[in-house]
């Protein structure tokens, strides 16, 4: 398994936007922590988190190639681990129909990728723009209004009650608590 400093490393290469890299910080933290309560690698699982969205930038306009690119990469960099290879084609699979998520650390990314957004969308809200500020109350009542944060998908956040045994409250109370953990790194 390849190490943070070189994942970030393969990230910082590849992507410049700021805004993107911090949500693959957000995601990384949210996947320790979902890895620390369902017993998995939290290195593993930040790993992943870390790097899902890594090639965004360069398959942004070709959708189907967005994973395919990263999996290449890990590869050329020595990756072997098949468990990290296959959840990080499982956060596309709707467009690349290669393994669709089914172990928890797929199913993890899958549901806490939108969630993040949410989170920080709601951030965005407060009067004083600080993810500190924010209580799991505030982002599950965001979530039930559609009209905000509309492009984010709330049935595959909701999909953590059935694939990972894990409530909705409880959800957006752990993933919450992560990105308060690094909200200087989230810029937040």
């Keep these: 398994m390849i190490i943070r400093e070189a994942a970030l490393k393969i990230l910082q290469q590849n992507m410049e936007n700021q805004n993107?890299?911090?949500h693959c910080y957000a995601v990384e933290a949210v996947m320790r922590a979902l890895a620390k309560k369902l017993d998995g690698d939290q290195e593993k699982w930040g790993l992943v988190g870390l790097l899902h969205?890594?090639?965004?930038?360069?398959?942004?306009?070709?959708?189907k190639e967005h994973t395919l690119l990263m999996f290449q990469w890990l590869q050329e960099a020595g990756e072997t681990d098949?468990?990290?290879?296959?959840?990080?084609?499982s956060h596309n699979?709707?467009?690349t129909g290669k393994n669709k998520p089914q172990t928890k650390m797929e199913w993890a990314l899958y549901c806490c990728d939108e969630l993040t957004g949410l989170i920080v969308a709601t951030t965005l809200m407060m009067p004083d723009k600080k993810i500190t500020s924010v209580k799991p109350e505030s982002v599950l009542k965001k979530m039930k209004d559609k009209s905000?944060?509309?492009?984010?998908?709330?049935?595959?956040?909701?999909?953590?009650?059935e694939k990972l045994n894990i409530s909705l409250e409880e959800f957006v109370k752990i993933a919450l608590g992560a990105m308060q953990g690094i909200n200087q790194d989230l810029g937040l």
């Design 53 to 63: 969205d890594g090639d965004y930038e360069k398959t942004k306009d070709q959708p």
């Design 82 to 89: 098949e468990e990290i290879l296959q959840a990080i084609l």
């Design 20 to 22: 993107l890299r911090r």
């Design 148 to 161: 905000f944060a509309a492009a984010v998908d709330r049935e595959q956040i909701k999909l953590c009650q």
């Design 93 to 95: 699979a709707e467009m």
